[in-house]
């Protein structure tokens, strides 16, 4: 599966895998397509909704029917959460699995598994090797965190494209709560609502090292970083090194 992010973060997010899916509409950037893929509703992914006219949108029933408020004539194909669907063309077959993750807005993830050559054999298998990805953006966690630690354990997956807007803790966010004076703490709304609704380092510090993972036994699945924030990296680098020790991070 080739995977094109043609951008990612808070000003616009899209991908285009396989010339074929697209992810999500939030950049005006041209490109080729024969179905869309919607995560959420959120401005920075669906502004831009205009520019896939014609081609079919596949989004869950929450979230269709966030977009559909902004968007009332627009024409979706509602799909389940966490229930697999098939995207079948000339070229092959995907599998993809709408992903529950916990978000300040209905939202999933999606898991693309790719058949290549369309050609089923006996028994309902597929005669040529898959390959699977991971694709979460604009999440604070999974809503089960054992299905991905399963996934990460058993190497499932051939690339994941994950978001990780910050390396903030519990203890970087103290002060939004507990301070002195009258004056307000530094850019409490943004940390607050950064390190709540959207994935740290630390989450996934955390799901690597439940799977299994360590400096000495990294995780090999190549793993691309989505929507990440200079500025919240900057309060922690070093979360971000260890990030990079138990897992094959291509993009710190």
Same mark, same amino acid.
């Given at each position: ?37 919607? =995560? ?10 205009? #520019? ?7 989004? =869950? ?8 408020? #902004? ?9 389940? #959460? ?35 050559? &369309? ?46 807007? &910050? ?25 607050? #609502?950064?390190?709540? &609704? ?24 190549? =793993? ?26 291509? &993009?710190?």
């Amino acid at each position: 599966m080739k995977v094109d992010v043609i951008h990612s973060g808070s000003s616009g997010n899209m991908a285009v895998i396989d010339d074929t899916i697209i992810i999500d509409a939030g950049w005006s950037a041209p490109v080729t397509g024969e179905m869309v893929l919607l =995560t959420h509703h959120h401005t920075d992914h669906t502004k831009h909704l205009d #520019k896939v006219g014609g081609l079919p949108i596949y989004c =869950t029933y929450e979230v269709g029917a966030k977009v559909c408020e #902004k968007w009332p004539y627009i024409a979706l194909h509602p799909v389940d #959460k966490d229930k697999t669907f098939e995207y079948e063309t000339t070229r092959a077959i995907y599998r993809i699995t709408p992903i529950s993750v916990n978000h300040d807005a209905p939202c999933v993830a999606f898991d693309i598994h790719k058949f290549p050559d &369309n050609i089923p054999v006996v028994l309902g298998a597929y005669d040529s090797s898959p390959k699977r990805i991971l694709f979460a953006t604009d999440f604070s966690s999974f809503d089960s965190d054992e299905r991905i630690v399963f996934m990460l354990q058993d190497k499932l997956y051939d690339a994941m494209y994950i978001e990780c807007n &910050n390396t903030l803790s519990v203890a970087d966010l103290a002060d939004i709560y507990v301070h002195e004076g009258d004056k307000p703490p530094k850019d409490e709304f943004h940390r607050r #609502k950064s390190f709540r &609704n959207h994935c740290s380092v630390d989450y996934l510090i955390q799901l690597f090292e439940r799977a299994g993972y360590s400096e000495d036994n990294p995780c090999p699945i190549p =793993t691309v970083l989505l929507h990440k924030s200079s500025y919240y990296y900057g309060a922690h680098p070093e979360r971000l090194e260890a990030l990079c020790r138990i897992a094959n991070i291509l &993009n710190p």
